[in-house]
């Protein structure tokens, strides 16, 4: 063999390497499926399910495209900034000026910050309901439940990101698990009842298909939303794979929704056809989760045990992952104060402020439980939406770093479409 063919098959050989799949893209891969697919999720058969088979189908088709489209787009903008270590704030202020740049970030972290501390409600709340009513315990005192709950994820924090990552795809291999198994539980269960239901009911008042799926939508686009995280994932794709960054990214978010959408529709559906709609408006009126109105429905006690323990994995990775994106945002909040004083901050004295302020804010929360807390979420809503949707588009047709894909119109016209119906049904549903 010459040694010409021998450094072709080496250099073959480089480059497979170098584009195999790896354990870090599996690992982000389950971390990216982690964040989208929290507590929402035994909510969405409800919210899908009520209105008749045909916007579920209609939402079946969209949700892959409506989440991947997004999420690269977003992605690709992160990846846009000049030097490998800039996040989303960083980039926003790049591409668009410091003073849009401090207003957006703002607004990223107030939208992703309520949720976090929602999630700290929801934790507290689940924990204490299996403690009482699977365990037979008398319920702790609300205040030293919620600190030992917060402060073992916040442990879970202080070993950084990898161990957040990792932490994060370990959780949902038993979610995952479970998910599949109770969608499989239920085939025996399934009826033609949603198939002989017109689409006239009636959670959005008899409205006809397309104000359904208008209003619809936005359930749609939380369910599988996990923008708070896609920041540190671009950012670690950039440091770890430099200018392949955008295809690695590309292909680990392409499997990722693969089996968000797959797992979480056929959930969906297999909740929707074991029950008629009329459960689950009973399930909306009584504002429990599906799992909650199974167990009860069927009288089944394996559901009942399963779904505190699922509700719990859920919340926990679905925490792990906000964070990470709250974090971003109130550290760039903190610098951008400092700067006009001239003063510096370590990193290290940054994150232990960060994660004290985090430890005693979810706390409080957790513990008293405030009734504005979800009308905060809500607001947060149509920001959200902006971000993960119009923002990338818009860098797309005015940052030259960003015009390379402008080619990609179907995809581009679709992801801007779905945004400005998300944030007008959002915006209708505060009225």
Not at 242 to 248: L, P, Q
Request: one cysteine or more; aromatic letters at 12%; a positive charge.
């Amino acid at each position: 063999m010459s040694s010409n063919e021998s450094t072709a098959i080496l250099s073959s050989l480089a480059v497979n390497k170098k584009y195999s799949w790896t354990k870090h893209d599996t690992v982000w891969m389950l971390s990216l499926y982690g964040t989208a697919v929290g507590a929402g999720t035994l909510f969405l058969p409800i919210d899908a399910g009520l209105n008749g088979i045909w916007p579920l189908i209609i939402m079946a088709v969209l949700a892959f495209p409506m989440t991947y489209f997004s999420h690269r787009a977003l992605c690709r903008f992160v990846l846009s900034g000049s030097s490998n270590q800039n996040d989303i704030t960083d980039v926003v202020e790049e591409h668009f000026g410091i003073f849009a740049g401090r207003i957006l970030t703002g607004l990223y972290f107030f939208a992703i910050y309520p949720i976090l501390l929602m999630y700290s409600v929801a934790i507290t709340n689940t924990t204490e309901s299996f403690l009482v009513n699977q365990l037979g315990m008398s319920a702790p005192p609300r205040a030293l439940l919620a600190i030992i709950l917060i402060l073992a994820l916040m442990a879970i924090v202080r070993f950084g990101q990898e161990i957040i990552v990792k932490s994060m795809s370990l959780m949902v291999y038993p979610f995952a698990t479970i998910l599949l198994f109770l969608s499989l539980y239920l085939i025996p269960n399934w009826n033609n009842a949603i198939l002989q239901q017109s689409n006239s009911l009636h959670a959005n008042g008899g409205h006809g298909l397309l104000m359904t799926l208008w209003l619809v939508i936005p359930v749609m686009v939380f369910s599988f939303n996990h923008s708070p995280i896609i920041s540190s994932f671009a950012v670690n794709q950039k440091e770890r794979y430099g200018s392949d960054a955008d295809k690695r990214s590309t292909s680990i978010m392409r499997y990722s929704h693969l089996l968000m959408v797959f797992s979480v529709m056929f959930f969906v559906f297999s909740c929707v056809f074991s029950l008629s709609p009329q459960d689950l408006m009973q399930a909306k009126q009584q504002n429990i989760s599906i799992l909650s109105y199974l167990a009860n429905h069927f009288k089944t006690p394996l559901i009942a045990c399963i779904a505190p323990i699922i509700a719990f994995i859920a919340i926990s990775k679905s925490f792990l992952g906000h964070y990470l994106g709250a974090k971003e945002g109130l550290s760039s909040i903190i610098v951008n104060m400092l700067k006009p004083t001239g003063k510096t901050i370590s990193q290290c004295k940054l994150q232990r402020i960060i994660e004290i302020f985090m430890v005693i804010t979810c706390w409080i929360v957790a513990t008293i439980n405030p009734n504005i807390l979800k009308m905060i979420e809500t607001l947060g809503g149509p920001v959200i939406a902006a971000l993960l949707f119009i923002m990338p588009m818009f860098a797309i047709a005015k940052i030259p770093a960003m015009k390379k894909y402008q080619s990609n119109t179907v995809s581009n016209l679709f992801t801007t479409a779905i945004g400005v119906i998300a944030i007008s049904a959002i915006v209708y549903g505060l009225f």
